[in-house]
């Protein structure tokens, strides 16, 4: 089964999705902030990587994502940003140097059957 | 800050950071409002130019008006524990100077009078000022219970001498509180660099350019942060 890790500063929001992820069998491993979970991929590769944005500070997940990128053993790891952040949606003009492609974003609170879904929807592009 | 999904001409702008929780605001204006009240009536009773106000039926009102308020500016923190244990935790330590708190008193007169951005450096979730008020206003508190209590319960079963350290500290609680409540509330309400912060408390989020702009450390990191800002320096210097 597929291995997730699940990035959040909230503990009350990692137990929870750690619980959803189990019950349909994922392996889950967990991070609390951004520069933990680099070194948690870097040791053990997840198939999937759920990440909060705002931890650390504010763009922490947005430059866990950037790293990901950049590091050629990461980059097809798909992302699924998990935020409480609000933003507007619009169609992309012109990419700006903050551009970041992530593969799904999903607002806080999370509903267990559209993450589940979401999941995986992210993981069969793999 | 623009995120886009992977395969779609879709985009994400983000707009709005959460700073505050709604127990938070509710608590940071409920507190407000028995603060004022709690100032009001404890000046009436401090002051010997007000002292003819607390005399007789409205006197007693004044002393009435002061403990309902205490009771409720009280209890607000232990509320604010009791449900949201862990972001109260995480604020305190916010509200703790540590060295950096040094470069924001160096920039503040620049940056506050002149309106100079590139004098103060990248501040965290609360700036060095919101650091001090929060910092202030948690002493006075603890301050208050332990001293205006006993005040309160303990009239004439605890000896006169005692008694009277005890207004002292609790009229010093007033001064310093009062002091900082009246900068808060002139850089909250009139100061042109700050009103976002009103927004914020109002509204329980920041526009993402605010928070980028004036709580660099908190939106783009400590190292990001830094580099933008010696950049910015760089850029002032030049002109």
Sequence with gaps: MAKILVVDDDPDFVN?????????????VTAASGQQALQVMRKEKPDLVLLDIMMSYILDGLDVSREMAQDPELKDVPVIMVTSL????????LPSDEY????EWIHKPIDPDGL??????????T | MTVQLKGRAEAITIQWIPKYTTLERASHWLHTATFVPLAVTGMILYFPFLQPLAQGAAGETFRLIHRVAAVIFGLLPIVYFIFQPRRLLLNIREFLPNKE??????????????????????QGRFNAGEKMNGLVMMIAWFVFGITGLPMWFGKGAI???????LVV?????MIVSVCMFLVHLYLAVAHPLMWAGLVSMRFGVTSAEYAAEHHAKWFYGPKRAMEIWEAKKREAAQH
């Design chain 1, 16 to 28: 929870l999705t750690r619980r959803i992820l189990r019950g349909k069998g994922y392996e889950v």
């Design chain 1, 86 to 93: 609000t933003g507007a949606r619009a169609q992309m003009t």
């Design chain 1, 100 to 103: 970041i492609p992530v593969d």
């Design chain 1, 116 to 125: 589940l879904a979401r999941v995986e929807k992210a993981l069969k592009k």
């Design chain 2, 101 to 122: 708190d040094i470069g924001w008193l160096k920039g503040a007169p620049a940056y506050y009078l002149l309106g100079k951005h590139e004098a103060m450096p990248p």
């Design chain 2, 159 to 165: 000896p006169p001498e005692l008694f009277r350290w």
């Design chain 2, 169 to 173: 500290f609790h009229d010093l609680a």
